[in-house]
């Protein structure tokens, strides 16, 4: 009996045995059963379409059914007539039969990545004989990018003077085995720069050409002439691209830029504002301009004017004081020999400078709810006929520019009420308020915030001695409430964000809380006090600086409740 118990167990583990060697060994032929290699071109160029070939291979012993082949692209690599923006396309194979192949091309084009490597992934997921789960096998290739196919190249001066005018040559070369048609140059030039000239006209506004098709190894060029003016020190590109169309889809085949700045001028001006250059401007509050002026050349400089435009809605002009010849029309001041003897004639080396006054305007100027981020500019020029040997241009010339933001503001008010219908809150007992009894008031805080929106706010307060908070805050939008601590009596709302313009163009944001206060013997013949001072603290997203705000205490007077005279706020006994 007990060898035969021992023959079942034995004959039972070969068998167990077995079957799962044959499963292992099964489950590997499936394993192995597609094979996927990619295939390319041994080196592509920027902007040159091409193919790639997917193989897929049975090499398992059962039809490999509802097989699906995707293919994934890196960056700047692109499925030629869709968007860039695509980097995944789907084929459905369907079924590959034993020893059977399925070969599938893809048409790409690669857009960026200049001598680099950019890995491709095909993958394949298929079902095989009567296993009901799916199975997947992917391979890739790194495919070698050279450079551009079309080679494009923007030569200007790495060094001009503000105001002189210089020449950029366009390049553009086919250095592919592929001929190009309906390409089309774009350059994006900086706000300041004016197109002079062109050797090739612009076929749209003033830098846009449609260049027409390109045989391999052509090449072309042309210049423009312009001027560009900028403050001393700064730095400009000339973007370009070339872009073209396949299949239906456009496609920037070739980009470059030339990088130009500002050298120092031989006129070189300066500009502060109250003695800084990022001066954060408050309402009302007084500005101090200052243009300093240098001859930075050899030679002397003759009537020398220079000119400032002040732009910004919060200017009050009324309050200009100035040496300077102010135009109302467009709000510009002049300074030269007139009133500024000094400009009559400016030594080698010489320097100088002038300045004007005035205050900001009290009031933000908001009517609408986009009126908001207000800001102070000052553009200023300073030039001369006189034209030293090393400038290529018809006058000396230099521009400065200044803007300043100005900060918003954000109040609060708070206020208490005993008949208060309009909050939907019934406040109990008596009133006059009494010695030793329970009055129950409402306090609404009321948020009003000016030109500029404001983050992390804070509104904090404590509440008077014998006053509690009772019931549940209510505020005016969807955001939690005031929290009350009980052992400090210390009242805290949090708001994440407040837009500008609330309170202005729309209502205030308001919290509304109801206090339970219980006036003892010291009070008896005073109003009582119900809260301290609120404090509001925020950050003001525009200027990045922190905003701040108070309002007073509010007792039993209650000043805001219409129905109340202020001597029925004094305790009775």
């Known amino acids: 009996m007990r060898i035969g118990k021992i023959v079942i167990i034995f004959t039972a583990a070969i068998v167990l045995g077995g079957g799962v060697v044959w499963y292992v060994i099964y489950q590997a032929g499936l394993t192995r059963g597609i094979e996927i290699e990619i295939t390319g071109p041994e080196k592509i160029l920027i902007g040159v379409p091409f193919d790639i070939r997917v193989n897929l291979a049975n090499s398992s012993q059962n039809p490999l059914e509802n097989v699906q082949l995707s293919v994934n692209l890196p960056a700047d690599t692109a499925f030629l007539g869709s968007p860039p923006s695509k980097n995944v396309d789907f084929k459905g194979i369907g079924t590959i039969g034993i020893d059977g192949i399925s070969q599938q091309t893809f048409r790409l084009v690669v857009l960026g990545g200049e001598n680099s490597f950019k890995k491709i992934t095909a993958s394949a997921n298929y079902m095989s004989g009567s296993l009901s789960s799916r199975f997947q ?20 001066p790495q060094k001009i003077f503000s105001g002189e005018e210089f020449d950029a040559e366009i390049t553009y070369k086919n250095s592919s085995d592929t001929d190009f ?11 300041t720069f004016t197109v002079s000239r062109s050797t090739l006209v612009p076929d749209i506004g003033n830098n846009v050409w449609l260049l027409g098709g390109l045989r391999k190894g052509s090449e072309n060029k042309f210049k423009i002439s312009g001027k560009m003016i900028g403050p001393e020190g700064a730095f400009f590109d000339l973007k370009a691209a070339i872009e073209t169309s396949f299949l239906g889809q456009n496609y920037a085949v070739s980009v470059n830029s030339g990088t130009v700045s500002i050298a120092t001028s031989p006129l070189s001006l300066r500009m502060t504002l109250n003695d800084q250059v990022d001066y954060i401007v408050e309402p009302d509050d007084h500005l101090s301009y200052v243009l300093a002026y240098t001859n930075n050349t050899d030679v002397g400089l003759r009537d020398v004017i220079v000119k400032v435009q002040l732009v910004g809605a919060m200017y009050d002009f009324s309050s200009l004081s100035t040496n300077g010849i102010f135009r109302s029309t467009d709000n510009s001041i002049t300074w030269n020999a007139s009133v500024v003897p000094q400009l009559a004639a400016l030594a080698p080396g010489q320097s100088g400078s002038v300045n004007f006054n005035l205050r900001v305007a009290k009031n933000y100027p908001i009517r609408r709810l986009s009126d908001k981020n207000f800001t102070l500019r000052v553009t200023g020029t300073i030039e001369s006929p006189t034209v030293p040997n090393f400038v290529a241009a018809d006058k000396t010339f230099s521009v400065a520019s200044l803007e300043n933001k100005v900060r918003g503001q954000a109040t609060i008010d708070t206020k208490a009420f005993f008949r208060d219908a309009a909050s939907g809150i019934v406040n109990t007992g008596p009133f006059p308020p009494k010695v030793n009894q329970p009055t129950r008031y409402t306090i609404h805080w009321q948020i009003t915030n000016q030109s500029t ?31 009350y601590n009980d052992r400090t009596q210390e009242i805290i709302w949090q708001i994440p964000r407040v837009a500008a313009t609330t309170g202005v163009i729309s209502k205030p944001l308001e919290a509304i809380f109801q206090v339970e206060a219980i006036p003892s013997s010291a009070n008896l013949g005073f109003y009582m006090p119900l809260i301290q001072a609120t404090t509001l603290r925020a950050i003001d997203e525009f200027t990045e600086s922190e905003l701040s705000a108070q309002d007073v205490p509010e007792n039993t007077r209650l000043p805001d409740d219409p129905t109340v005279t202020p001597s029925q706020g004094i305790v009775i006994q």
């Open 137 to 156: 096998r992917e391979s890739s290739l790194d495919l070698a990018v050279g450079g551009y196919g079309i080679t494009l190249d923007i030569a200007a």
């Open 181 to 191: 048609n309906d390409l089309r140059l774009k350059i994006d030039f900086p706000p």
């Open 453 to 483: 929106d404001i983050k992390s706010v804070e509104i904090r307060s404590f509440l008077a001695g014998n006053v509690k908070m009772v019931g549940v805050p209510k505020t005016s939008t969807g955001i939690p409430g005031p929290v």
